[in-house]
């Protein structure tokens, strides 16, 4: 892979070498937190890759410490600080990312490199194959705020692991290690850390030089029998995403992770 990108942009950076293209996001000091202008650069650069004939094979990764820790609270809240607008953000920018990489005609490799949670899981699982560092882990955090799984959460996972690891992952809230999403089937493979960037890019080599239209062949006809209600699924996680931001039980998980303290849920 290129020792510099061919595009920076303010929180992407794109690299190549021949027919395979790498997507850094690029927000370390927030841990990759998924802000709007993070999906408008991703956006931007997942459309300009989709479009482009000589780009074969695409991988996504992030910088530094984790892969992408879900909705950036910062960026999420409203201005009266008492709610998230979560139903306009999902349907403005997170739909139109998971919606293209699975509609992109050729093969996207998740490369995670550290922590995905919240929507940086869905975000991770939208891709053809996922790969993990064994120090990674994945995380449905939305329960510990009050919230649910969004940005196809819902139908990502379920599709790869079934009901009931989706509900345990959805209403426990807890880390599921790299090594076991693997043994389950959420994710392709785990590495050890040392060996995890020679193997991603070993893979991403492998899949920029294959039959191109035979990967998009099998896209479509995953996205056909797994994903044919995913518009219908995104638009009904937007609807209940943005009733339950409203409740009491939000606001007070919102206020403890901001104190740092556990948060006391109703049920209101």
């Known amino acids: 892979m290129s020792e510099e990108p061919v595009s920076r942009l303010d929180t992407v950076e794109l690299y190549r070498t021949g027919a395979a293209a790498k997507i850094v996001l690029n927000r370390p000091d927030r841990m990759n937190a998924w802000s709007t202008g993070m999906a408008a650069d991703l956006l931007s650069v997942l459309g300009d890759l989709a479009s482009d004939d000589s780009v074969r094979a695409v991988m996504l990764t992030g910088a530094g410490r984790a892969f992408c820790t879900g909705a950036d609270l910062k960026d999420a809240v409203t201005a009266d600080g008492a709610t998230m607008d979560t139903d306009r953000i999902l349907i403005d920018w997170y739909h139109p990312i998971v919606t293209a990489i699975r509609e992109m005609p050729k093969p996207v490799?998740?490369?995670?490199?550290?922590?995905?949670?919240?929507?940086?899981?869905?975000?991770?699982?939208?891709?053809?194959?996922?790969?993990?560092?064994?120090?990674?882990?994945?995380?449905?955090?939305?329960?510990?705020?009050?919230?649910?799984?969004?940005?196809?959460?819902?139908?990502?996972?379920?599709?790869?692991?079934?009901?009931?690891?989706?509900?345990?992952?959805?209403?426990?809230?807890?880390?599921?290690?790299?090594?076991?999403?693997?043994?389950?089937?959420?994710?392709?493979?785990?590495?050890?850390?040392?060996?995890?960037?020679?193997?991603?890019?070993?893979?991403?080599?492998?899949?920029?030089?294959?039959?191109?239209?035979?990967?998009?062949?099998?896209?479509?006809?995953?996205?056909?029998?797994?994903?044919?209600g995913m518009a219908e699924q995104l638009a009904l996680e937007a609807q209940l995403q943005g009733e339950v931001a409203r409740s009491q039980d939000c606001a007070e998980g919102i206020a403890a992770f901001t104190e740092k303290r556990p948060p006391r849920f109703t049920g209101h």
């Open 109 to 228: 490799i998740s490369a995670v490199n550290g922590p995905a949670a919240g929507a940086g899981v869905s975000l991770a699982l939208s891709a053809d194959l996922v790969v993990a560092k064994e120090s990674a882990y994945f995380l449905l955090a939305f329960v510990n705020i009050g919230l649910l799984p969004d940005a196809g959460s819902s139908l990502f996972i379920p599709a790869r692991i079934g009901f009931a690891r989706f509900a345990e992952m959805a209403m426990l809230g807890e880390r599921l290690p790299a090594p076991k999403a693997a043994d389950i089937g959420l994710i392709n493979s785990s590495w050890p850390d040392d060996e995890f960037e020679k193997n991603a890019e070993a893979l991403l080599t492998r899949l920029s030089n294959g039959p191109t239209r035979s990967y998009a062949g099998t896209k479509r006809e995953l996205n056909h029998w797994m994903y044919s």
